[in-house]
């Protein structure tokens, strides 16, 4: 017990003293000021050429999305989830050991050249985070966490990284074993994630991009914004993608009926919905309490997901 309380504390210790030296001394492997790069970027990018002309420079719950991204990028880890994270992978080796088991590698993808590494992790991690964001949507109790980043109702960069820290436990909790199971030697996954976060700040910016073929592959915002679109005739969303849109075109979710430019995003009720961030973080805790389980999974539930769905109807 006193190696993991050991743990505990010397966590908080050096994600401080990580967060510290981010923001003292900027570097190019340096995530804080990539963060605040790629959002002055994208910011600039809706400035200069906004897709919906008529919303506002500083949108609705601008300033509330940009405190979300500093929050779950790096204050949420400050305040104990790199610490319980820490004590959790240890506990969990340690019952390995039980069994005699090491560790959970299966593929030594550590001999591969460095770009098919980081490439496999890409896609790996990314067709992870696809079927989690899908068990969003169909679990009643997840939904009341992922509602926070649904309350979006004037779409724009910062809303990226809008959600629930509950989000990020599960994100994490279902992403590790598979991960793990590939033995990635690189320590430093920063090519990899700053490149997701591009992509994050991308398909949620306020920006018109035709990608052609490659709309096909990637996410993209003429798509995300029917994932956050009110009015939906599947009863658990569409468009799953987080980087990739492929995964949606696979397996049949995919859905781009016209031009999304002006729908009304976010759910029933949105209006409704807890505005601050203290209580948009304890609402899920409490609509838990009160909600009946018949409650709906989703924005609008018209009808089941079909699981034979006709071909998508895309604009060109």
Known sequence: ?????????????????????EVLYPRWGNYFY?????????????????????QAKIRQDFWLDGFYMFFNFFLFSLVGFNAISNIGV???????????VKNL????????????QLLTLFVVRDFIQWNVHR????????????????????????AHLRFHWGETVVYRTLEYIPLAMIGFGIQDFFLVHIFAT???????SNI?????????????????????????????GANYGISLS?????????????????????????????????????????????????????????????PHPAPVKELT
Do not use: C
């Open 135 to 158: 068990l969003l949507h169909h679990s009643e109790y997840l939904w009341r966490f992922h509602k926070v980043h649904h309350s979006v109702q004037q779409m724009g960069f910062a």
């Open 208 to 236: 018109h991009v035709p990608l052609g073929p490659l709309r096909f592959l990637f996410n993209n915002p003429q798509m995300h914004i029917w994932h956050h679109a009110k009015h939906m005739p599947r009863r658990y």
């Open 246 to 306: 492929v995964w949606d075109y696979l397996f049949g979710t995919a859905y781009m009926p016209e031009d999304g430019r002006d729908i009304e995003l976010g759910f029933e009720e949105v209006e409704h919905y807890p505005k601050t961030f203290q209580e948009q973080m304890w609402y899920p805790f409490k609509e838990a309490g009160t909600q009946t389980p018949s409650a709906p999974l989703a924005p609008v539930p018209l009808q089941e997901e079909n």
């Open 90 to 100: 240890e506990a969990f080796n340690d019952f390995l050991a039980l069994f005699g």
């Open 105 to 116: 590698v299966a593929f030594e993808v550590n001999l591969w050249p460095v770009w098919a």
């Open 34 to 54: 990539w963060l605040l790069g790629l959002s002055l970027f994208f910011w600039l990018l809706e400035i200069v050429a906004p897709w919906r002309q008529h």
């Open 1 to 21: 017990m006193e190696k993991y309380w050991n743990i505990f504390l010397n966590s908080f210790a050096d994600y401080g003293g990580y967060l510290l030296n």
């Open 198 to 204: 591009a992509i994050g700040h991308f398909n949620h």
